[in-house]
């Protein structure tokens, strides 16, 4: 087979002298994507993926699988406003979530269904806050093309509109005061007052008065010095305080401000945290008498949970409640203080190499009083009590054959069992998928785990392997359930989600390895696991295929830039790819505390080093390529895979394609669940054909 035929891309000479440093960007005209030019282009490579996609035989076996393994639904845990228990679901024939609310265990209905609101399935439920009371609820949706999202307020027994819409609330925080008549929220300030080509954030904290129009609400926190920052709210109970975590983007420290709220409209901040002296995160909650409960990673890599008074400025004051499990990083907590039970319970969630652990402690002194027995080996996450107060926790389980479900902890008891009310979450299994976790050694020795998903029969040899990964902004992977993954499993393949420096699955430590100038640490890590798994006999070369999403996509590119040979195809999914200008696409301005800025010097050296963009070599016989990826990208921008494949297109000498995926009216790595189910096969399709799997 000789080399494909591809688009024919202007090479333009186009170089940028950066510090002293020629930076070649020879395809910079696929920036402008509407441009007539670059659209037709880009509707060539549509026609190629489709051609080629059309002669995938096994295409149709790929999407059976993935529909037959994603009809378990989803359901999150419920939030317990007394009577009234508020949660998503999305059952088998949904193409989004919907919102629904159950009264007194025995009363369901649907309060929000995006597909009714728009059938087109582009508007998705994004996140709700029920008041304190239940009778009112905050609704934020999203449209996907669109760069931010209405919200509005529901009377929750007849489900009509009460306020707005409240405008510009992307990616907001919501906190509301007692009463339900008011609550604190982050909006961006209105395109009229910014520069026509100003990306920056530009959010502010406002207090909303139902009933009255957005545009008297008053900002109570938030200017001009902090164009970037990411706010996170949290009222007391008795709604005499907040407090707000301030972060520059997805920075890995942040500040805590306190203020009492004689006056809610315009409260007296005072920063009780400094990020930038602990350069730590912080995660106030406040105790009953308004005192604070500090989850941090402040002189505790893996985490530890505090107390202070919310009047302590001197993180030495602090007083540890939980101390840090240096090999067991804390992932969350919550209080429980039924009047019933002996005294109040703070629950304590743990992962040791990816399993969860849960365990109860007395909230007065932090001693351990036991543990919470969980379905199985496995991960617990996104723990949810009620409120005011009560004796239950809510949380989801999962692990590599078991698909998420919701669970309930009576403390009181101590019995755990399915949450019933949750319709959608029904503890099942998708068949036998053997979990294996391994350590292997990267280059400079450091252990890294490794988990495998394989078939249940004793391997008999080499076998196709897809090898996941990710690597940025302290995210940690676990071993979780995954539709993709059982059905390339239950085709006979290993499914393999290598943790590398970067993500957060050891702490904050981990982390710090891996980001800034040490991003080609986590890029060796992947490298290193595939070699393994290569030496071990797992997979050969030309059985393995990578894959990663948004973060990841920089990873599996750049690690192939690097190790083409090690690679059968390499599956980028919204990708990060020029790193030398990633600032001036979507969201990348904020994200400079995690890769770095090419307006430092030093810095772009360390992006140069690895920039995937910038490390195409001509004559190289590159892996098979898939590059997926929302034409309306608001978060990484559509140019990182558009410039990457002409890129690679260009240089490749290989006879095996290098193929973009374009999909229309989407977001970033997300879908209604029609288009999500879609790439899924794809990417498995593609995979199998050029590492020999059958489906």
Same mark, same amino acid.
């Given at each position: ?96 979530? +919907?919102?629904?609310?159950? @009264?007194? &265990?025995? *009363?369901?209905?649907? #309060?929000?269904?995006? /597909?009714? $609101?728009?059938?087109? !399935? ?65 909006? +961006?300030?209105?395109?009229? @007052?910014? &520069?026509? *080509?100003?990306?920056? #954030?530009?959010?502010? /904290?406002? $207090?909303?008065?139902? !009933? ?82 500090? /989850? ?400």
């Amino acid at each position: 087979m000789g080399r494909p035929l591809y688009p024919q891309a202007q090479r333009d000479d186009a170089t940028e002298n950066l510090f002293g440093f020629l930076v070649p960007d020879p395809y910079r005209w696929l920036e402008a994507g509407a441009d007539p030019r670059v659209r037709a282009w880009a509707a060539q490579q549509d026609e190629l993926f489709t051609a080629h996609r059309g002669a995938w035989r096994e295409a149709g076996r790929w999407r059976s699988m993935v529909e037959e393994l994603s009809t378990f639904g989803v359901s999150d845990p419920p939030l317990v406003r007394g009577s009234l228990m508020f949660f998503a679901e999305q059952l088998r024939d949904d193409e989004q979530r +919907r919102l629904v609310v159950v @009264e007194d &265990a025995v *009363d369901r209905h649907v #309060l929000v269904d995006p /597909v009714e $609101l728009d059938p087109s !399935g582009r508007t998705r439920l994004h996140t709700w806050w029920p008041s304190r009371e239940g009778e009112r609820v905050a609704v934020q949706l999203e449209v996907a093309e669109r760069p931010a999202s209405d919200l509005v307020v529901l009377d929750v027994r007849t489900g009509k509109v009460v306020d707005g819409p409240l405008p510009r609330a992307c990616n907001t925080s919501l906190a509301w005061l007692p009463g339900g008549d008011a609550f604190y929220y982050v909006s +961006r300030v209105p395109d009229e @007052e910014l &520069a026509p *080509d100003d990306q920056r #954030l530009h959010r502010r /904290v406002r $207090l909303h008065r139902i !009933g009255f129009p957005p545009e008297a609400d008053p900002v109570v926190f938030g200017g001009t010095e902090a164009p970037d920052c990411y706010y996170g709210l949290t009222t007391s109970a008795d709604g005499r305080h907040i407090a707000i975590t301030a972060s520059e983007g997805p920075a890995p420290h942040n500040d805590v401000w306190i203020a009492e709220l004689t006056e809610p409209a315009a409260p007296r901040f005072v920063k009780a945290v400094d990020g930038l002296a602990t350069r730590a995160r912080s995660l106030a909650r406040f105790l009953p008498g308004g005192d604070l409960l500090l /989850v941090t990673d402040y002189q505790a890599p893996c985490g530890r949970i505090c107390t202070a008074s919310r009047h302590d400025t001197d993180p030495s004051a602090w007083r540890t409640l939980v101390p840090e499990d240096p090999r067991a990083p804390l992932d969350d907590c919550v209080v429980l203080d039924d009047p019933e039970l002996p005294g109040p319970l703070l629950l304590v969630a743990r992962a040791r190499h990816g399993v969860s652990t849960l365990t109860a402690h007395d909230l007065a002194d932090g001693r351990q009083l036991g543990t919470v027995p969980l379905p199985g080996v496995g991960v617990a996450s996104s723990l949810q009590a009620e409120l005011p107060r009560g004796g239950h926790l809510w949380f989801s389980y999962c692990d590599a054959a078991t698909p998420t479900t919701v669970y309930r902890y009576h403390a009181a008891t101590g019995r755990v069992a399915p949450e019933a009310t949750c319709a959608a979450s029904r503890p099942g299994s998708s068949g036998a998928i053997r979990s294996h976790t391994v350590r292997y050694p990267a280059g400079d020795g450091t252990e890294i785990t490794l988990f495998l998903f394989m078939p249940s029969e004793e391997l008999d040899g080499p076998r196709p392997v897809l090898l996941y990964g990710y690597g940025s902004f302290g995210m940690a992977l676990r071993p979780v359930f995954s539709p993709m993954a059982a059905a390339w499993v239950h085709a006979g393949g290993i499914h393999a989600v290598a943790c590398v420096r970067g993500g957060g699955e050891e702490g904050q430590d981990w982390h710090d390895a891996g980001r800034g100038p040490h991003k080609r640490r986590a890029i060796g890590d992947f490298n290193d696991a595939a070699s393994w798994l290569v030496r071990t006999g797992y997979t050969t070369p030309g059985q393995l295929a990578s894959y990663g999403i948004s973060g990841g996509g920089l990873l599996v590119t750049a690690a192939a830039m690097q190790r083409p040979d090690l690679y059968a195809a390499v599956i980028a999914d919204g990708p990060l790819c020029d790193m030398v200008r990633y600032e001036r696409f979507g969201l990348g301005g904020t994200w400079t505390e995690e890769f770095g800025s090419s307006a430092q010097p030093e810095q772009l050296q360390w992006l140069l080093t690895y920039s995937p963009y910038h490390h195409v070599t001509p004559g190289t016989a590159y892996p098979a390529f898939l590059l997926a990826g929302a034409v309306t990208d608001l978060l990484t921008g559509e140019a990182h895979v558009t410039k990457m494949c002409a890129a690679l297109q260009h240089a490749t000498s290989s006879d095996r394609p290098v193929l973009m995926r374009r999909e229309p009216d989407s977001a970033h790595a997300g879908s209604c669940a029609t288009k999500e189910r879609a790439l899924a096969a794809d990417i498995l399709a593609f995979a199998a054909k050029y590492t020999g799997l059958c489906a």
